[in-house]
């Protein structure tokens, strides 16, 4: 079965950086187009990041273009997010996601089958 699973949320203080990882199984990873996506207390989920199978392109939303870098290790079956420059605003709980089409490019517009638990991250002086 298809399993994802996150890792690498913590404390960190503003202006700081933290290296989330998702660990996926179960499915040929390497076929798949991937992203992340977070949700604030009190908000609704929000997508962060995209990249497709093969690592050529990735995706961001504009709150996070510049700080945070996707990238994939297809040999490890593990997609990660580099925050950098964090603020507190991107206090979340933080999803990656496997997109449900083997097409798909890991847009905020692409069908999402799969999702990890959740790694949290909060940001704080």
């Known amino acids: 079965q298809v399993q994802l699973v996150e890792s690498g949320g913590g404390l960190a203080q503003p202006g700081g950086s933290l290296r989330l990882s998702c660990a996926a199984s179960?499915?040929?990873?390497?076929?798949?187009?991937m992203s992340w996506a977070r949700q604030a207390p009190g908000k609704g989920l929000e997508w962060v990041s995209g990249?497709?199978?093969?690592?050529?392109?990735?995706y961001y939303a504009r709150s996070v273009k510049g700080r945070f870098t996707i990238s994939r290790d297809n040999a490890k079956n593990t997609v990660y997010l580099q925050m950098n420059s964090l603020k507190p605003e991107d206090t979340a709980l933080y999803y990656c996601?496997?997109?449900?089409?083997?097409?798909?490019?890991?847009?905020?517009?692409?069908?999402?089958?799969?999702w990890g638990q959740g790694t949290q991250v909060t940001v704080s002086s």
């Open positions: 996601a496997k997109v449900r089409l083997i097409d798909a490019i890991g847009s905020p517009t692409d069908e999402y089958d799969y």
């Open positions: 990249i497709p199978s093969d690592g050529r392109d990735t």
């Open positions: 179960g499915f040929t990873f390497s076929s798949y187009a």
